[in-house]
Nanobody
Framework: QVQLVESGGGLVQAGGSLRLSCAASGGIFKNYAMAWFRQAPGKEREFVAAISWSGLSTYYADSVKGRFVISRDNAKTADLEMNVLKPEDSAVYYC?????????????????WGQGTQVAVSS
């Protein structure tokens, strides 16, 4: 059974940075497409960033492009470096993994999910 555990969330001022980490266990992590999603109160879960199993391809939501960077070490973690944070980035951030695709960015394409980590950005 694959388990994903996120860490690194917290409270930060606008313009600051945070680094989220997703630790995986119970599967062949290096073969999984990975992504980060977020969900703010009262809103649907939305795509943030994705990375292919090889680490060579990445996708970003327009709202975070140029500010966020997704990476993976293929050992057991996939990270999301978040810079120039804005209050609208505040949400619960979820790590997701899928063993069936090389890369994916739709919520419905992922079978494994973490419990989420809270990010709050104050103005």
């Amino acid at each position: 059974q694959v388990q994903l555990v996120e860490s690194g969330g917290g409270l930060v001022q606008a313009g600051g940075s945070l680094r989220l980490s997703c630790a995986a266990s119970g599967g062949i992590f290096k073969n999984y497409a990975m992504a980060w999603f977020r969900q703010a109160p009262g809103k649907e879960r939305e795509f943030v960033a994705a990375i292919s199993w090889s680490g060579l391809s990445t996708y970003y939501a327009d709202s975070v492009k140029g500010r966020f960077v997704i990476s993976r070490d293929n050992a057991k973690t996939a990270d999301l470096e978040m810079n120039v944070l804005k209050p609208e980035d505040s949400a619960v951030y979820y790590c997701a993994a899928d063993p069936r695709r090389s890369i994916a960015k739709d919520v419905d394409e992922f079978v494994f999910w973490g419990q989420g980590t809270q990010v709050a950005v104050s103005s």
